[in-house]
């Protein structure tokens, strides 16, 4: 002040705003204070492994395991791993920590692949409707199970042939069906032996008792009470933790992130000691492991496949957790602790659900395979079956369904985020102040769009959405980002801007990511892009199959999705100036706003010698650039 007197500090001030509202020391005392950052790195990693361990890993790999082989599996899972999922686990958090922006406006660094981001964001704001609705499901179940006995511990008609403990099994005896032709001391041949499927006790309960189900998805039927207000409760959970950004829920995931890991080797300890859970194990990843699974090109698609979507690559969110982080942040580091406890968890957590399924298969005195499920029949069918058969079986219930909702909470956290923050990023003067409201309208909206999920005919909209919009739909959104980045904005220009935050590494230390992020990485998804549209079959839901009209609204929601990539790089090439090749090229360089968001971390490549290189200011642009870099330097 006493330098440049009142009317020079003035003159300063609207000259470079950035410099004073930027300033480390003011307000929350954050790095970056007028966006944010981190409270500690452990708000971070926590927040991070929340959202990347989901249900997948609870609902899904386990199956895969099973299905591709047992313990021969890990063999493709952890070298997917390798090859996919750490490289570009580390790319997107790189990405969006350099910038310190959301997925939409990261793509500064090539604004003709913005509308990628776009679409990343609309992935996670459908996905988020259902998301929302699998917490919703898990509220329910735990408020349920706090009854003895649990509510689908038997069926509760005992007159309704369609629900049994055990399979009804008829003798045709003389062209008439007997179901006690044991009792009568008759002798059955095997070629007259019928059995009726029926519904398990549990199967029963989630379909005509939870769900409410109707018979397909044209048969909407009313709302369903007591879904609509877990599916409230839910997202008043998700806007509450949500109320201060990362401030509320980097407290928030302390718990929620830590807590399933409890409930895991409670369950496994259980698990272990039941009956039969041997026989449940040895299928998960024991001696019946089979190495010749390994030949088999769909084994190693799954594994890719599962790898992927476990640690949310493509969704936007590790963009956006990353984007609040210090800029000097070793996200290197971090990237390897995320993605090596995700797949840590599911291991771990399979044991849990095989040693009690085993459990169940020798209660039933059936092989294994058919009582292991995946997604939903897992979760809602055969897990809350096996544990019905426990003693203190409410407790057992309780705590799996809190695990679940612990889980699914921590991944909504970062979904919610994402949608804030691009907002924040967008219109930062219109939301900075704003951001509790900002928050709850998001968790209204996506509770109000919600409700049909609800509805009678609510888990064919959720089958439809997961199989449409999370599906092949994120491979093509991440083959774009690894091109626009490797290729067209340069790998090797990336690589110094991770110098930047992490110092410098050897030729060698990026030998291998340069491998992965040009050549293996990319191809892997291409090829597993390929076959998932080759092999793409329409959804069902059990046996139900979709009506026409309900897989052309699956379509319109791909399309919804994509769209945004080529209206968005259309829109810009409009926009742009000069011919149709130097728009192109310009549009594949960087802008004016990508840049380390504090100025004190831009360092000479992305000030002083760029502001010379910008040809854009008409009147001396290299002396207005001196003036600019001169006052940051005494400021």
């Given amino acids: 002040m006493r330098k440049y007197g009142w009317k020079g500090f003035k003159d300063l001030i609207l000259r470079n705003p950035v410099v004073v509202d930027q300033d480390p020391h003011l307000d929350s005392g954050d790095e970056n204070a007028e966006r944010g950052n981190w409270s500690n790195k452990r708000d971070y990693i926590l927040s991070m492994i929340g959202y990347a361990v989901g249900l997948g890993n609870i609902w899904r790999f386990p199956y895969l395991a099973y299905k591709n082989g047992g313990g021969a599996f890990l063999i493709p899972y952890f070298t997917m791993l390798v090859v996919t999922g750490i490289p570009l686990f580390f790319l997107e958090s790189a990405f969006g920590q350099f910038c310190s922006q959301g997925p939409i406006n990261v793509w500064r660094a090539v604004p003709i692949l913005q509308g990628v981001g776009i679409g990343m964001v609309m992935v996670t704001l459908i996905v988020s409707i259902y998301y929302n609705v699998i917490i919703a499901y898990s509220l329910y179940y735990m408020f349920a199970s706090m009854q003895f006995p649990l509510p689908w511990s038997s069926c509760p008609n005992q007159t309704d042939t369609n629900c049994s403990d055990t399979p009804i099994v008829y003798c045709n005896v003389s062209g008439v069906l007997t179901d006690n032709w044991t009792q009568q001391n008759n002798t059955c041949n ?62 928030v995931v302390y718990f929620t992130a830590t807590f399933p890991y409890a409930v895991i080797l409670i369950l496994l300890i259980r698990g272990v000691t039941l009956e039969g859970a041997k026989d449940g194990i040895e299928f ?34 590790l963009m956006t957790l990353a984007s609040y982080n210090n800029f000097h942040n070793n996200v290197f580091k971090d ?27 020798h209660i039933y005195k059936i092989p ?49 985020e994402v949608l804030t923050t691009c907002l924040l990023d967008a219109f930062p003067k219109a939301f900075k102040s704003k951001r509790a409201l900002l928050t709850i309208t998001a968790c209204s909206v996506l509770y109000l769009l919600g409700l049909p999920c609800v509805t009678r005919a609510g888990i064919y909209w959720v089958t439809l959405i997961d199989q449409f919009v999370a599906s092949w739909v994120l491979l093509f959104l991440v083959l774009l980002e690894i091109v626009g980045i490797s290729y067209v904005y340069g790998g090797n220009r990336f690589i110094k801007d991770i110098e930047m935050m992490v110092g410098k590494k050897s030729f060698g230390f990026w030998l291998w990511w340069r491998a992965c992020w040009f050549f293996i990485s990319p191809c892997i998804i291409l090829v597993i892009l390929g076959w998932s549209v080759v092999t793409f079959a329409p959804p069902t839901y059990g046996n139900v199959e979709y009506p026409s009209w309900g897989l052309a609204l699956g379509w319109c929601m791909v399309v919804f999705v994509l769209i945004w990539i080529p209206a968005v790089a259309v829109y810009k090439l409009i926009k742009a100036n000069g011919n149709p090749w130097k728009r192109l090229k310009s549009l594949c360089s960087p802008s004016e706003g990508w840049h380390p968001y504090l100025d004190i971390h831009r360092g000479e490549r992305y000030s002083k010698e760029r502001c010379f290189r910008k040809k854009s200011e008409k009147n001396h642009p290299e002396q207005r650039c001196n003036v600019l870099w001169r006052n940051v330097q005494k400021a």
């Fill in 368 to 416: 294994v395979e058919e009582v292991v499920k995946e997604g939903f029949g897992l979760a809602f069918i055969a897990y809350p079956g096996a544990l019905s058969k426990l003693p203190i079986s409410p407790l057992w219930s309780i705590l799996f369904f809190f695990m679940l909702l612990t889980v699914g909470l921590d991944s909504q956290f970062a979904g919610i």
């Fill in 284 to 317: 998960y990843i024991g001696t019946q492991s089979n190495l010749t699974k390994l030949t088999e090109a769909q084994v190693w698609k799954d594994a890719a496949t599962q790898t992927f979507y476990s640690l949310s690559i493509g969704w936007g969110g």
């Fill in 190 to 251: 095997s070629s007259d032996i019928i059995t009726k499927a029926v519904q398990s006790p549990s199967e029963y309960y989630w379909d005509n008792v939870a769900l409410q189900r109707s018979s397909d998805l044209g048969e909407t039927g009313p709302v369903v009470w007591h879904l609509a207000l877990c599916l409230l409760l839910s997202s008043i959970l998700v806007a509450a933790a949500l109320i201060r950004g990362i401030k509320s829920s980097g407290k």
């Fill in 335 to 361: 990237s390897f602790v995320v993605t090596l406890t995700n797949a840590g968890t599911s291991v771990f957590a399979g044991f849990a659900i095989f040693s009690i399924l085993g459990h169940m298969a």
